[in-house]
């Protein structure tokens, strides 16, 4: 979820530079246009004038012309225009500038360089747009000051470069506040199914506004919903079947009981009995453990912790399972094992190990060795069972914790697959967990209790 | 012994005030929690059984109110399957024992005699007799018809246990409890192997055996 470029981020970077080309090529076909419309009309101006002049030659007027070509150039002041008559048969300019060569037609002139002026003026142009016109008395020449041409092109340039500059920051901006927003609701989606995942399952996203992902959210939230009902309902079916059967076993046993003791029946018939009232003490069972489980993990059960020594919960459970082992299996405390006081409660601690190592006795094949273990850390305290038999499968080691779960290679074995669950459900009902490790041969369950 | 038992199952409270009445019990039967609470307050029971689970009034807020009111009357809690945690809750309410249903009969009535055990005078004696098994409660030696048995920890409190109840039936629970202070089912066969163990020091080379199984109800001793 929080990689460093999320998929919206990258989409509003791509939308940025795409957006940025773009406002790159309209500005450059703004700039062609535009540069191209003010020298055309600085062309044609130029023209007009040289073209007037040209006019007058064509009468053959000589004096006229200098008439004209002096008052044109005298019009202006400033420099900005240059008016030049070049007398082909004396060789004299006549006009404010002397200019060098006779290209005819449209030119620039540099000042310096192709142009002079002739009376000085402050801040003189730099160069000009001309047009020149051969006549039969010389030529005639018109040039205008094509700095403001250059200066509108520098101001559209630097206009058009901070207007972009600014759209493109702003876009960027406001495409990655986007992004983020969009980044942080999908991070939401992300954590309440990872919560439903983890077990939580009242874990929703909630109302997320109208857009797509606002409905993708609700359309996730519904999902959800009937996702949980069904796991709800199942884990209910299998705790009203059991509370549904208690009255009826109770009878049953009730009934059975006093002929399995009764001296009236045949011995054998007394045996059949106490078979069925085994049967039904294993069914009970059974239920006992669904219900049970039921009642822990919803969290009707209250607990009342006690100081208890951990290391005499692991003594005794090692002894319990010491008596039977008849080589089957053999199991040993841990020699670090020091005294370790905690609160919790006793019994079910006791009960957790005990599925423990039952697992253990039942899943793997004689002989296994068992090691109880106790660590305490700043971390809490973690009680360890571990065995060296075949271990499970990195993939089912989650799995297992769930209820009725049975891998395939235990199926042969007897079990209802609550004993892992209900070691979970009492790890959490102390605000603990259960983990799983690969102990290389074996498995190593821990619980982990946390700090009192 | 006068004996109030309040329980809302119908079957089961007849079953119960019918096995209880032939251990000499004369059983008071209620079926709501109020009724309950009224005759627990008359006061003149000896033992109440008491269904967690009532109508009207459930049976631990009962056990309180009793409490509350200064009966000491020992009361024995019937819990329903997979309540096991409530144990402790009960316990704390001041209950003396508790028993998770479907229960066996059986059970029942160890338990009862266990908490009048517990209240009776400790025996002063030093040695169990039954039959020509001894046990030394000092030494923690056993001897049947003049011939040393020596016992492992286990199998002496076991023994002891069957010695101080001989003709009385004991399940499997009872036994985890008494002997192993285990309030719930291991699964393991723990006590079939040391009853066996048992049998195998203090019946098998003699005649007549004393320890007897019970297949599917529990084990008990000659008298």
Redesign the interface.
């Known amino acids: 979820m929080s990689q460093p470029f999320s998929s919206s981020i990258r989409l509003a970077l791509a939308i940025s530079a795409l957006f940025v080309l773009l406002a790159l090529l309209a500005g450059a076909v703004t700039y062609a246009l535009q540069t191209r419309a003010m020298s055309g009309q600085l062309a044609e101006d130029v023209r007009g004038l040289a073209n007037g002049l040209a006019q007058i030659a064509s009468q053959g007027d000589r004096q006229d012309l200098i008439e004209q070509t002096m008052a044109l150039s005298g019009s202006v002041g400033d420099g900005s225009l240059i008016a030049v008559f070049k007398d082909a048969k004396s060789g004299e300019s006549f006009g404010n500038a002397t200019v060098a060569g006779t290209t005819t037609g449209a030119k620039e002139l540099a000042i310096g360089r192709d142009v002079a002026l002739k009376q000085p003026v402050g801040d003189p142009p730099k160069s000009y747009f001309a047009y020149d016109v051969a006549t039969s008395l010389g030529h005639v020449l018109v040039g205008k000051d094509d700095g403001p041409l250059i200066e509108n092109q520098r101001i559209l340039l630097t206009t058009m470069g901070w207007g972009l500059g600014l759209a493109l920051v702003l876009a960027i901006l406001l495409a990655l506040l986007i992004a983020r927003f969009n980044e942080q609701r999908i991070a939401r989606i992300g954590r309440a199914l990872d919560g439903v995942g983890g077990g939580n399952f009242l874990a929703r996203i909630g109302p997320m506004g109208n857009d797509d992902l606002g409905h993708l959210a609700s359309v996730v939230d519904q999902t959800l919903d009937r996702l949980v009902s069904g796991i709800e309902a199942i884990r209910q079916v299998s705790t009203d079947v ?1 509370h549904d059967l ?2 009826p ?6 009934r059975l ?2 002929l ?2 009764s001296p009236e029946l045949p011995q054998q018939a ?2 059949e ?6 049967d ?2 294993a069914i ?2 059974t ?10 993990e919803s969290g009707a ?2 607990l ?1 912790p006690e100081e208890t020594n951990l290391d005499q919960i692991l003594r ?1 459970v090692c002894e ?2 010491s ?2 082992a ?1 080589g089957r299996y053999s199991i040993t405390v841990d020699e670090l094992t020091k005294p370790l006081p905690y609160p919790c ?1 006793r ?2 601690l ?2 957790a190990v ?1 599925n423990l190592v ?1 697992n253990s006795v039942r899943h793997c094949p004689a002989p296994v060795h068992i090691v109880l273990g106790l660590k305490s850390g700043v971390s809490g305290v973690i009680i360890s069972v571990t065995d060296d038999g075949p271990g499970i499968p990195a993939p089912d080691r989650e799995r297992v914790l769930n209820r009725f779960v049975r891998l395939d290679s235990s199926r042969s074995t007897p079990g209802t697959g609550l004993g892992l669950s209900l070691v979970s459900a009492i790890a959490e009902l102390h605000d603990g967990r259960v983990e799983l490790i690969d102990n290389d041969p074996g498995l190593r369950v821990e619980i982990m209790l946390p700090t009192r | 012994m006068r004996t109030l038992v309040a329980e809302d ?1 119908a ?2 409270g007849s ?1 119960v005030r019918k ?1 209880l009445s032939a251990e000499g019990h004369d059983v008071d039967l209620r079926a709501t929690g109020d009724e309950a609470l009224t005759a627990a307050l008359g006061g003149r029971h000896e033992l109440i059984i008491l269904d967690r689970m009532l109508p009207g009034r459930d049976g631990l807020s009962i056990l309180k109110e009793l409490r509350a009111a200064g009966s000491a009357t020992p009361v024995i809690l019937l819990t ?10 009960g316990l ?1 309410a001041g209950a003396d024992d508790y028993l ?7 059970e029942l009535l160890a338990r009862i005699d266990n908490i009048f055990r517990r209240s009776a005078q400790p025996p002063a004696a030093m040695e169990l007799a039954v039959g020509d098994l001894r046990l030394d409660l000092l030494h923690r030696k056993a001897q049947r018809a003049g011939q040393d048995i020596e016992l492992q920890t ?1 199998e002496f409190l076991l023994l002891k246990h069957f010695m101080e109840r001989p003709g009385q ?1 004991q399940t499997r629970m009872v036994l985890l409890e008494a002997v ?11 006590v079939e ?2 009853v066996s163990r048992l049998r195998n020091k203090i019946d098998k080379p003699f005649d007549e055996p004393y320890l007897t199984t ?4 529990g084990y008990v001793l000659k008298p």
């Open positions: 059991a208690r009255a076993l109770g009878r049953l046993r009730i009981e006093p399995a003791l007394r045996m009995i106490g078979s069925a009232l085994a039904i003490d009970s069972a239920f006992a453990a669904i219900l049970r489980l039921a009642r822990l059960v209250k009342f005794e319990l399972f008596s039977t008849e409660d019994e079910l006791t009960q005990v039952h | 199952d079957e089961l079953y096995s329903a399957m997979g309540s096991v945690e409530d144990r402790v809750e704390r998770v249903k479907p229960f066996a009969i059986v286990r039936v192993w202070g285990l309030t719930f089912d291991p699964r393991t066969s723990v192997t040391h019970l297949h599917g109800i």
